[in-house]
């Protein structure tokens, strides 16, 4: 037992570029030999994430040490991971990680307190050299750009494609053509259009091309087919780079925790927290966007909201700005730091509320404080002080932020993000923007693929605005009325103003991954 059990452990550890020690593999055997086959398996893969995830290697090979420790730190995980069952991950907190070429494996990068947040312009660049890997690794491993098996009939290898780097377009004097190719939309001159990735930059003609689902903009990335000639690629067809479900990701890199939080790995495969999940099946999160704090018939309304729900409390509220109207002039700290004490005030009023509910904050556009740059700090602690002191279930986090609800991933944001999408879009369809919209964010694995004099980021911190893996569900507030959408397994939806269009607001189920539509009507 202990020398198949000692082959499968050498032999794995080397399917993920390492080489383990003796004394290391020993050790391990001593750890695991206990367990259930299966419970073997599970332990081994979660040893080997957290030792390539320490940071401590100089090279692939493995000491006993290195075993020790991430041994403690699973153990330490697996203890502490139902303490918390809602956590709120601020953008600032989200770990970072690189696909590494060589090892086909993401690699933790760096402490995120550690980096810049202004960066430098290698930042700029790196930036989107880590989107194209995201997308090219994932797009290589889809069924139409994987190789043919030996003996499959002629038809399956006529349904293959091969992408081609832009290195090999610019090489070549005579005319290509069946040409697929993964790069980045931009202009590199004015009002002509390239399509650039890790190896160079070609011009395009969109002239006869074939638009498929999606909004595409500039800073996006797609897949063009069609024939090189002249120094041109004229583009046929133009699609977005194939989704990939969470669960298919989760299979080639193991249960790395790339949402954030404090466990290592994710808590999606956690048994404990699903089942504390399944005995509340109740359980509710209510979003609203654009609570304007300074209108009377907005606030009326909350006292309705909160009454409503005084019963039945839900896990959380989460309110998004922005929390001022564009009708005010006042837009001071002072103001809205009245307001929100006044709001506190509110609350106070629902003790069920105050025990048992969190109330989440996200800072919108316009709203005091920093400027409009994503990833965006919370409201500024002069601001809500005295909510907090009032209720002390409240969250004042980034926008961006990620809420982990047991084994639920939800990513909000509150950007007119679809609203700048449209606005932008090189071809606009025809049809559902909600799904086409859904179909863009999955296929690009980011909240934000639109130009910086758009939707400006903080270089060092784009892997905050990642969508990858896939999470459950993305709460995009736009200033557009709600909507609801769902590509490859992941929920994406609008809220809608809660200051407009009779009051509307969106609960989430998780237990049933749900999405309900509901409003505050006249009384």
């Not at 507030?477 to 397994?489: K, P, S």
């Amino acid at each position: 037992m202990n020398s198949r059990f000692k082959n499968d452990i050498v032999m794995t550890f080397k399917l993920n570029g390492l080489t383990v020690r003796s004394e290391a593999t020993k050790y391990i055997i001593g750890l695991l030999t206990p367990l259930h086959k299966d419970e073997q398996v599970q332990w081994l893969e979660k040893l080997i994430d957290v030792i390539q995830k320490q940071g401590l290697l100089n090279s692939t090979t493995v000491e006993k040490s290195h075993v020790e420790r991430a041994a403690k730190e699973c153990c330490q995980n697996e203890f502490d991971e139902t303490t918390v069952l809602l956590n709120v991950i601020s953008a600032f907190d989200v770990p970072k990680f690189v696909y590494n070429t060589e090892r086909k494996k993401y690699l933790s990068f760096d402490a995120p307190h550690s980096i810049n947040l202004f960066g430098d312009p290698r930042d700029k660049s790196e930036m989107f050299r880590h989107r194209y890997a995201i997308l090219h690794q994932r797009t290589s491993r889809h069924s139409l750009f994987t190789p043919s098996v030996l003996g499959s009939g002629s038809t399956a290898s006529q349904n293959k494609y091969q992408l081609q780097p832009i290195e090999y377009l610019l090489g070549m004097s005579t005319k290509l053509t069946n040409l697929v190719v993964l790069g980045m939309l931009t202009y590199l001159t004015e009002g002509k259009l390239h399509l650039e990735d890790m190896t160079g930059s070609v011009p395009i003609s969109l002239k006869d091309t074939n638009f498929h689902g999606g909004l595409f903009t500039e800073n996006c990335f797609v897949l063009g087919q069609g024939y090189f000639q002249d120094g041109v690629f004229h583009i046929e067809h133009l699609g977005m780079p194939p989704p990939e479900p969470a669960k298919i990701t989760r299979t080639y890199f193991g249960n790395t925790n790339f949402f954030g939080g404090s466990s290592t790995s994710t808590l999606k495969v956690s048994v404990k927290l699903k089942a504390i999940e399944e005995q509340n099946p109740d359980a509710m999160m209510v979003f609203l966007s654009d609570v304007w704090l300074d209108q009377t018939r907005v606030m009326e309304k909350l006292r309705i909201l909160f009454a409503g729900y005084c019963e039945d409390p839900p896990i959380c509220f989460v309110l998004m700005g922005n929390f001022l109207s564009g009708t005010t002039c006042n837009t001071s700290s002072g103001h809205l730091r009245q307001l929100f004490k006044s709001l506190a005030e509110m609350i106070k009023e629902f003790p069920n509320l105050v025990e048992q509910t969190r109330f989440i904050f996200v800072p919108g556009p316009s709203d005091s404080g920093f400027c409009n740059i994503l990833p965006r700090p919370p409201l500024a602690e002069v601001i809500r002080a005295e909510f907090v002191q009032r209720i002390p279930s409240g969250i004042f986090t980034t926008n961006p932020c990620r809420i982990q609800y047991g084994t639920k991933e939800i990513v909000v944001l509150r950007e007119d993000i679809l609203t700048k999408m449209c606005r932008n879009a090189i071809n606009f369809p025809s049809d559902d923007i909600p799904q086409q919209f859904a179909k863009t964010l999955t296929s690009q694995g980011h909240l934000c693929p639109l130009p910086g004099e758009i939707c400006p980021v903080y270089w060092p911190y784009d892997h905050a605005l990642y969508l990858y893996p896939l999470p459950d569900v993305v709460v995009v507030g736009d200033r557009l009325g709600g909507f609801t959408a769902q590509n490859m397994d992941c929920v994406i939806f609008n809220p809608g103003p809660f200051s407009r269009n009779n009051f509307n607001f969106k609960v989430y189920i998780p237990i049933r991954s749900q999405v309900e539509d509901s409003e505050i009507g006249d009384t």
